[in-house]
Antibody, heavy 117, light 111 residues
Framework: QVQLQESGPGLVEPSGTLSLTCTVSGGSIINYFWSWFRQPPGKGLEWIGYIYYSGTTNYNPSLKSRVTISVDTSRNQFSLKLSSVTAADSAVYYC???????????WGQGTLVTVSS | QSALTQPPSASGSPGQSVTISCTGTSSDVGTYNFVSWYQQHPGKAPKLMIYDVSKRPSGVPDRFSGSKSGNTASLTVSGLQAEDEADYYCSSYGGSDNYVVFGGGTKLTVL
């Protein structure tokens, strides 16, 4: 069965760029959509964006100016870059597979990213 | 797009049924049958419980059911069990810009 694992720095400096990678195992990244989410400590879930294996993307309008999601089919990975980060971007970041139009499943375990100097 | 509206809390005793509402707009919940529900225990990743309004993934107990009327979707948990105590989030697809929006979450307490 498909499993996802987020990886990347747990600490990012203010005004810097947050970079995370999601590695997909147990299945191919081909023919599916893949998504990023985040959850600030003690708060709710926020959709960041998704990417099709071919590279087509769609982003949350509130983050669109700062977000880039890319895919590397040769490595079965997709990545997130969020620029000009502030403390408000501190959160647990999750990746997930999108099956159909409303089926985000499975999810990675999540990775905590703190924005601080 | 605006976030979907969920009650912050809900509760019930073991064996009872509880329904959690999720109100959107005619741009998302009201038009598209693409509502899903996620269960999240503390410190854990969200788990898909319901998708496409009322479909259950393999392995999810049939005590969990979903429905929709107008701009409001609902998750019903029947025969409450202690392990159902968790946060529940609804989400919907919004077609005009292909966006995804979440509710603020409902903390379900099993008394």
């Amino acid at each position: 069965q498909v499993q996802l694992q987020e990886s990347g720095p747990g600490l990012v400096e203010p005004s810097g760029t947050l970079s995370l990678t999601c590695t997909v195992s147990g299945g191919s990244i081909i023919n599916y959509f893949w998504s990023w989410f985040r959850q600030p400590p003690g708060k709710g879930l926020e959709w960041i964006g998704y990417i099709y294996y071919s590279g087509t993307t769609n982003y949350n309008p509130s983050l669109k100016s700062r977000v880039t999601i890319s895919v590397d089919t040769s490595r079965n990975q997709f990545s997130l870059k969020l620029s000009s980060v502030t403390a408000a971007d501190s959160a647990v970041y999750y990746c997930a597979k999108l099956g159909g139009t409303s089926r985000f499943d499975p999810w990675g375990q999540g990775t905590l990213v703190t924005v601080s100097s | 797009q605006s976030a979907l509206t969920q009650p912050p809390s809900a509760s019930g005793s073991p064996g009872q049924s509880v329904t959690i509402s999720c109100t959107g707009t005619s741009s998302d919940v009201g038009t598209y049958n693409f509502v899903s529900w996620y269960q999240q225990h503390p410190g854990k990743a969200p788990k898909l419980m319901i998708y496409d309004v009322s479909k259950r993934p393999s392995g999810v107990p049939d005590r969990f059911s979903g429905s929709k009327s107008g701009n409001t979707a609902s998750l019903t948990v029947s025969g409450l069990q202690a392990e159902d105590e968790a946060d529940y989030y609804c989400s919907s697809y919004g077609g005009s810009d292909n966006y995804v929006v979440f509710g603020g979450g409902t903390k379900l307490t099993v008394l």
